[in-house]
């Protein structure tokens, strides 16, 4: 018998001795059970995120019907500026959700932040005009009042997606 096998041996009936069976079991099922809930904790993503990002979509300033209008920075949907609506107004025959999701844009014109509010216009099927998905500052999906990607319209009796607006609420105070 090798050094290695002695050695095995002697530590499996020591752990043997110390241990039942029971608090054994108990101690592995709460370590898998710990490595199984570690990828739930919150993570803060933004660590080392480039602010060039925002800078990209400053090009574009005024045009409404085009993803790199600042007001657009998390915006996901179908622009209502595309079909037949504003930045800020559902097009006819459609109503908003009562039910929004949040972004803080960065005006390059005053260099301010903006919270605005992302709503879903509801009624007709998908415009199909003007696709935008910007992600910048999106949360994870614990915190679904800052997440874009569902479907708002749940709300609404007539729950089909037609276009995203984007409302300004004011400005963000430091």
Request: net charge positive; hydrophobic share 30%; glycine share 8%.
């Amino acid at each position: 018998m090798g050094t290695l096998d002695r050695w095995c041996e002697k530590s499996a009936r020591q752990l043997a001795r110390r241990t039942s069976r029971r608090s054994l079991l108990a101690s592995l099922s709460r370590m898998l059970t710990g490595a199984a809930l570690l990828p739930l904790l919150p993570i803060d993503r933004s660590f080392g995120a480039e602010p060039a990002a925002a800078d990209a979509h400053a090009a574009v300033t005024d045009d409404q019907q085009n993803c790199a209008y600042w007001k657009y920075c998390a915006i996901d949907g179908f622009l209502c500026s595309c079909c037949g609506g504003s930045s800020h107004s559902c097009p006819p025959g459609t109503t908003p959700s009562p039910i929004t999701w949040v972004g803080t844009c960065r005006n390059p014109g005053d260099g301010k932040d903006y919270l605005v509010s992302y709503n879903d216009c509801c009624g007709k099927a998908s415009c199909g005009n003007c696709q935008c998905v910007r992600n910048e500052r999106e949360k994870p999906m614990y915190r679904m009042a800052r997440n874009n990607d569902l479907n708002w319209c749940m709300a609404n009796a007539d729950s089909n997606y037609h276009c995203s607006v984007s409302v300004m609420l004011g400005p963000v105070e430091k």
